[in-house]
Nanobody, 118 residues
């Protein structure tokens, strides 16, 4: 069964760093595009960062220069390194996978909450 499990969220202060993890199972994520999305109450889910199977990284303007997406294919895991966190980064962060072994389907994790407060 395809499964994505996020972890690493928590309560942090502005300027802190945090690393989120997304562990994939049931497929080989190395052949898929892996994406981090985030959603706050009352707002649409928005793309944060994407890592393609070819190694290309794409970032939303709001996080470029602060966040880094990476993947460890042997561990079937994708990470989101969050540096210089801002209050506007507060959201539920979701991991998504598409393409490769998954074909045209897209799969989502249940999310991990990041709350930034001073």
């Amino acid at each position: 069964q395809v499964q994505l499990v996020e972890s690493g969220g928590g309560l942090v202060q502005p300027g802190d760093s945090l690393r989120l993890s997304c562990v994939a199972s049931g497929f080989h994520s190395s052949s898929s595009a892996m994406t981090w999305f985030r959603q706050s109450p009352g707002k649409e889910r928005r793309l944060v960062a994407t890592k393609t199977s070819g190694g290309r990284s794409v970032y939303a303007d709001a996080v470029e220069g602060r966040f880094t997406i990476s993947r460890d294919n042997e561990k079937n895991t994708v990470y989101l390194q969050m540096n210089n966190i801002k209050t506007e980064d507060t959201a539920n962060y979701y991991c998504s996978a598409a393409g490769g072994d998954l074909g045209g389907d897209a799969y989502w994790g249940q999310g991990t909450q990041v709350t930034v407060s001073s």
